[in-house]
Structures are given as C-alpha cells and as structure tokens.
C-alpha cells in the first residue's frame, strides 16, 4: 500500500491529501471486506464439516452398536464369554473403532476388543468425545425386549479430523490464494483508477494554477483514455480561450494606455463627478496643468467650486442646477482661479447622465480658453480700433463722428471735426522701410493723443491721415490745437542718421452742424480742406469753406488725369520686382510684380498716389490691361534668354468673372510664349468674398490654363477663415497688418499661428508680407509660414533681362532661384 502513498505532485495541499486518503481507505475497505468474507466462508464450510462429521460420527456408531448388540446378545443370553468373544473378533480389522467392550448385567466385562479407556459411562446415550480423539459411546444390550448387558464402544475421530483439516487447510489455501489475488487485483486496479484520478487531479490543479499548456498522457482506448482526451480538449480550449482573452486583455490595456495617453496629452482636462454634490470622482493628468494644483488636490470635498471666479459662481451654480434634474449636455464658460492667484478662463463641456444605479454622474471636458478669450476681445477690440497705433479706425471714428453731430444738433451748439495728413510721410517709408515709418505713425499717435482733450475723439482714417472730433468748439479752440500739434510735430520723432528732419502736417477742418450733418460728407469736406492746405504750401491748417471741393477735384483731374494720359502715351509705366523668400533655405521663390509711374523729371510714382483717380476717370481698365499684357510678356522674355523666371501679378477685384480678361490672358501667353505654370495671379481677399461664386469659377478657369492663383491680404477682413475652402487658392498672403509687429505683439502671433495651420491643413501655401527683421521672419518660419516678403528679405527694385528698366536686384549680384 505505500504506493498509493507516493506519486502526485508538489504542493498538492490539503485536497490532495485527502484525495489520497480517500482513494487508500477504498482499498483497504475493499480488502477487509474481501479478507473478512473469506475468513467466514472457510470458518463456515469447517463447521459445516465438523457438524456434519460429528453427525455420520453418531449415526455410524448408532448403526455399529446395533449390530454389535445383536451379535453380541445371544452369547450375553447364554452366558457364554467365549460366544461374545468370537462375535466382537469380527470387527478386529474395523480402523474406525478403537475399542469395544461388553458389560453383563452385573457389570462385569464379558468381552472386549482394543484398550478402552478408563471412562465410562453406563448411562446408555452419554456420549463424551475426549481429548484422545475416540468417540465414547454406550447403548443397552436387549433380547426380546430384555436388558443383558451394556454395550461400551470407542470410534476413531482422527479420520475426521484429519479430514477436517485438511478441508480447512485446502479451504484456508484456496481463500488465501484468493484474498492474495483479490488484493493484487484490487491494487491494480486501484493503482489504475487511483493514477488516472491522479493525473485527472494534477491536471485539474495545473489548470487552478493557470497552468493551461498541462496535457495527460493518453494511451489506449478505455474509459479513462476518453476522459483524459476530454480533459485535454478542455485544456486546448482554455488555451484558446486564454490566448484570447489574453490577447484582448492586451489589446484592452493597450486602448486603455492609449486613451490614458491621448487624455493625459489633451490640452484639456477630462472630469467626471456628482453634479449634486460638485465632488469630483476623476480627472486626467491636465489638471495639474490647467490650475498647477496637484491631481490628488482636485479630489478634496469642495475643490471645483472653491477655484470658481467668485463673481461666477452663481452663475456655474445655476446653469449646473438646471441639468440635474434629467440628463442632458451643456457648454459654459466661467472663469477660474490658478494655483498662481490670477484667474484664467475654462469652458466646460460636460454631460450629465444616469450611472448604472440610477445616480446622476457629469461627465465632460475642461477647456484653457483664455488665449481664445483674450483673441476675441482683441477681434472686438479691432473692429473698433485701428492695429498699428490703437486709435479708433475710420469706421467707428464714423460712428462716433455720427453721434457728435446728433448730439450737437439736439442741443444746439457746434463741434469741430479736424483732418490731419502727414507731410512727405511717404519718404519715410520708401527710404527706410514700412517698418520704420509704422514706428513713426505710432509716435506721431501718442504725440496725438498727447495734445487732444479728455472728451476730444482721435482716431486713424488710414495712411499717414489721422482726425479728431472735438464736441463742443470754435475756431479759436482749433486753431490753438492745430499750433499745438504743429509745435510738437516740428520735434524729431524719429533717430535715425538716414532721417533727422522733422516731419510737418497739414491740416484741414469743418464745423459741424454749419458744414453738414452727415459723417461721410463732413469727412469729406475735412478732406478737401486738407488738400487745400497741401495745395497752399503744406504744413498748415485750413477751414473748409465752399469750393474746396470743386477746386480739390479740377485739380486733381487736371493733374492727374494729364498725367496717367500721358504716361500711358508714352509708355510711362513700368515694373518694379520684389522677390518672396522661402524662409527655410533663403531661395527665392518668385517676383511679385510692382507697377511703378514715371512721372516728369523722372520722379517714380507708385500706384497709390494715382489708381484712384485713375479709377475715378475710368483710366483704370487700360492700366489693367498693360500691367497683364506686360507681365507676361516679361515672363516669356526670362524663358527666352535661358533665365526663366516666376511671377506674381496683381489682379484687380473688378476683373474676377470677365471672360474678355481671361482671353487676354490666354492670347497674351501664347503670343509670348509664357509658362502659364509660372505666373501667380493674386486676388484681394475682400474682392474675392464680395462675389465667391464668381470668383471660384475664375480661379478654375486659371487652374485650368495651369497658372496659379494667391489670396492677397490674407486676414484682414476676418471673413476668409469662412470662404478658404470655398476658394480653390494655391497660395495665400498673409496681411502685413498681422506681422509688422510680430515680434512684440502675442495676438498677432497667435493670429498668424491660426491663418498658417489653417493653411496648411488645406494644402495651401502661405506668405508672410512686411517683412522687416530677422527676427520677424525667424518668427515666420517658427509659426509655420512657408515664404516672407519685405524689405529685409529685399526691397522692390527694377531691371530685369538686359533693361535696367526690368532687371530684378541689378548691381547686387541678384538672387537665386
């Protein structure tokens, strides 16, 4: 049995043990029982032996006495020894009788056979079986029915018992052979059963203990073989099942690493919490961001509320009550309390449903707005105000003009309204750059505002032109704030060893309601009482009066209508050539193209000083129509000489749509032998909104011919952050206006930030204009902006293809391409 004590395997534990107990105690039951039931069949079959000897034993001496009586009887009857004698000597030869003796009546022995024993006993039927193996018995002697004696007999046990135990030896040997064989029986087959529930055990504590790859060895075709297949057919599904599961538990944990990664990387911060109780359950790791609280600080019984505004709490506490009742999702904006003391604004994004108890749980995102706060209130903030110098731009000084003059009609006393215009300012800006003379409109700003009271209104009409309502004045008043401005104006504003002279105005104004109650005829009026001051000599201020008008208009008609007449008779005009840089190898990318005038004594003349009028007196289209037939003429000349060259040509808004401006296009490259694919047509961004449909079929229609096209002054209406992706544009350019000033205003910065991503998400090509600095275009290209333009990277200059008239940087070793 010590065999069902070993085997198995290590820490089996107490179920192990028992099973093994289990199994050795059904054996040894089974061998006690056949041990016990053997040992009482053997008992059993020697008594029935015994009993049934002792039986024939009786009967056989019954039936030898009787015998012995009768023989004996007649030699007792006549008293004759001898006669009794000769009858017992019969039985001489009889091995089962040991002695026989016959007593007469008196009791005297009268015969005997053998040596009986001392015993005897003469009650007849008495029978005693000794220790001597005789079987003693006594039986009357009759004759006819009287006694004569007493017959004594022995009879031999040994025969029987030598039967008996040999029958229970035989019995003994057969049962012990059978226990023995039951035994080896029982242990084999108990050493079957119990090692197949072995390994049935074993593997059923492998796979307890995740040990899925266990399999039972299989051999044969039995019951046990069969469910050890089953077994193992089990085992290989768990394994399956557990790759499985394992691998969607990785695949779970790798979603959930992802997900933990993408909320901890969000720039906002997810929570979850009880919208009645306001206590948070969790937050992302932004948080620590968002306040520079801890996350752990961000549990705390009361936190969120605490870090709300005080001025909104109430407000966050009212639009929260109204969703607890059902859920429902909401957006609201408040401001919160940094770890730092000042105060940022967060928009939150929440939701608010029912958990799987019925509880209401908010769920949602906590958005860092400020930036975007403080964007809009700038946007609000230039739609009043004008961006270089902060003053109010022409729209609402109009407003504010409008409301003045309401004002002094309802209550009956007159204002002024004083335009002032800086004299040779455009000296400045075509001598040492925009850069410098935006610095000196933005000293002359403060000076400004400097000198003008506290209810006067300055405000920028555009330009180097600037005015001021005063509410209540008289001519007097004015005159002394003209002198005034005068006086601080003849002070240098600028240090610079190229300009060191002072810069004068001219002024002009009108008093309202006397000259007019409406703010464009007023505005108009100052206007032409400033060009009369230029007129006389500059640096002076003039009253309007009747006839400034018409003598402001025949002048300018006789001067510049004789003018642009003569310069397009004479072939007058011509190109200037302003390369745009890609910031991030300094090659050139292309030209824009400038049209210049030249004017008597060989002066140049640009555009501004004579497209108004030209316009106004309907000179414009032929204008148009030079500067396309020209410039691409230009770039068929730059193929022809081996040279080519790219070019940027300014399209006026009044051209989108036309058909006859397409053909000229058409006819003119192929008269030249232009590449279409190297010539830029740039659109004014609010020409192209004011009409999109037309627009965007002109755009295509170039596309289409294989030239490209650029959105000019990117940003300045606001409104193409809406129409970009409904115009087909290849390129756009950003407006000056945002990167002037990029190195020290934020919002300009975030603004060419947005206009460059947007850009860039539509596969379009962005430039940045006025470039001034290094710096600023360092700051271009950190922004993501693809080109640069400005007089850092290089001025407008002329000369291209032999003609110092048309040859792009002559004399400075040019650019490469």
């Not at 756009?732 to 000033?741: E, H, M, N, P, T």
């Not at 190195?743 to 596969?763: C, I, P, Q, T, Y």
Request: charged share 25%; aromatic share 8%.
């Amino acid at each position: 049995m010590s065999m069902l004590g070993k085997g198995g395997i290590d820490g089996r534990g107490k179920n192990g043990t028992k099973g093994r107990r289990r199994s050795t105690w059904f054996i040894l039951s089974i061998l006690a029982i056949e041990v016990v039931s053997l040992s009482a069949l053997v008992w059993n079959s020697v008594r029935i032996i015994t009993t049934s000897h002792a039986q024939l034993i009786e009967s056989s001496a019954v039936q030898v006495n009787d015998l012995l009586s009768h023989s004996v009887a007649r030699g007792l009857a006549a008293d004759d020894p001898a006669l009794v004698q000769d009858a017992l000597n019969l039985l001489h030869n009889n091995d089962n009788l040991v002695y026989v003796t016959v007593l007469d009546r008196s009791g005297r022995v009268v015969g005997a056979l053998g040596n009986p024993p001392e015993r005897f006993r003469e009650d007849p039927g008495v029978r005693e079986s000794g220790g001597d193996g005789v079987y003693d018995t006594a039986s009357p002697i009759r004759l006819y029915g009287q006694r004569l004696g007493t017959l004594h007999t022995g009879h031999s046990l040994e025969r029987g018992r030598a039967f008996t135990a040999q029958t229970r030896l035989q019995n003994t040997v057969i049962a012990g052979i059978e226990i023995v064989l039951t035994i080896l029986a029982t242990l084999l087959l108990g050493l079957f059963f119990t090692r197949n529930l072995r390994r049935l055990e074993e593997g059923a504590l492998a796979l307890s203990k995740g040990d899925y790859g266990y399999r039972i060895p299989v051999s044969g075709q039995d019951e046990f073989a069969h469910v050890a297949k089953s077994f193992n057919q089990m085992a290989e599904n768990l394994t399956t099942a557990q790759a499985e599961l394992e691998e969607k538990n990785r695949a779970l944990e790798r979603q959930a690493r992802h997900f933990r990664t993408l909320l901890d990387g969000v720039e906002a911060v997810v929570v979850e919490g009880d919208p009645t109780t306001r206590q948070l359950t969790y937050v992302s790791q932004e948080a620590g961001n968002l306040l520079g609280h801890p996350v752990a600080e961000w549990f705390r019984p009361g936190f969120w509320l605490d870090h709300i505004h005080p001025e909104d709490q109430e407000a966050f506490l009212a639009e929260l009550s109204g969703h607890q009742g059902e859920p429902g999702s909401f957006t609201h904006d408040f401001r919160m309390l940094h770890h730092d003391g000042h105060a940022i604004w967060v928009r939150a994004i929440n939701a608010v449903d029912r958990d799987e108890d019925g509880a209401l749980i908010l769920r949602g995102l906590l958005l860092d707005v400020t930036e975007e706060k403080r964007s809009a209130e700038r946007i609000i903030y230039l739609a009043d105000h004008d961006p270089l110098t902060d003053l109010f731009n022409r729209g609402r000084f109009q407003e504010e003009l409008e409301r003045n003059v309401t004002y002094a009609q309802s209550y009956g006393h007159e204002g002024a309204l004083l335009v002032l215009g800086l004299d040779r300012f455009k000296y400045i800006n075509d001598t040492l750059g925009h850069g410098t003379g935006d610095y000196y409109l933005r000293r002359v700003a403060s000076a400004l505002n400097s000198l003008v009271g506290d209810v006067d209104i300055l405000g920028r009409l555009g330009g180097d032109e600037f005015a001021v309502i005063r509410p209540l004045a008289t001519a007097e008043e004015i005159r002394e704030l003209a002198e005034r401005i005068r006086a601080r104006l003849a002070r240098p504003l600028l240090e610079s060893e190229q300009y060191t002279s002072a810069i004068t105005a001219s002024m002009g104004v009108v008093f309202f309601p006397r000259h007019g109650v409406h703010a464009d005829d007023l505005l108009a009026k100052a206007d032409a009482a400033l060009g009369t001051a230029k007129e006389e000599g500059r640096d002076r201020l003039h009253v309007y009066h009747e006839g400034d008008e018409a003598i402001g208009r025949m002048r300018a008609k006789i001067k510049w209508e004789d003018r642009i007449r003569r310069a397009l008779r004479e072939d007058r005009f011509l190109f200037h050539y302003q390369p745009i840089i890609r910031l991030d190898s300094r090659i050139v990318s292309h030209y824009e193209v400038l049209l210049r005038m030249e004017a008597e004594g060989g002066e140049l003349v640009g555009p501004g000083a004579f497209l108004d009028t030209a316009e106004r007196f309907g000179m414009i289209g032929e204008i148009d129509r030079w500067v396309l037939e020209n410039a691409i003429r230009v770039q068929g000349e730059s193929r022809r000489v081996g040279r080519p060259v790219t070019l940027a040509v300014n399209l006026s808004g009044r051209h989108l749509g036309r058909a006859d401006i397409l053909e000229l296009m058409n006819t003119a490259i192929e008269s030249h032998g232009a590449d279409p694919r190297a010539l830029i047509f740039e659109v004014t961004e609010t020409a192209a909104v004011e009409n999109i449909s037309h627009a965007r079929q002109f755009i295509h229609s170039l596309q289409e011919r294989g030239c490209r096209v650029a959105l000019d002054d990117f940003g300045v209406g606001l409104s193409s952050f809406h129409y970009l992706k409904n115009l087909p544009v290849d390129m756009v350019k950003i407006d000056g206006s945002f990167v002037r000033a990029l190195d020290r205003d934020d919002f300009d910065r975030r603004f060419v930030r947005a206009m460059s991503d947007l850009a860039e998400s539509l596969g379009i090509e962005s430039v940045g204009e006025f470039v001034e600095s290094q710096r600023i275009a360092d700051l271009l290209r950190e922004l993501g902006v693809d080109m640069g333009q400005g007089f850092h990277l290089g001025p407008p200059t002329s000369g291209f293809l032999g003609d110092s008239r048309q040859h792009p940087n002559a004399g400075k070793g040019g650019w490469e391409e």
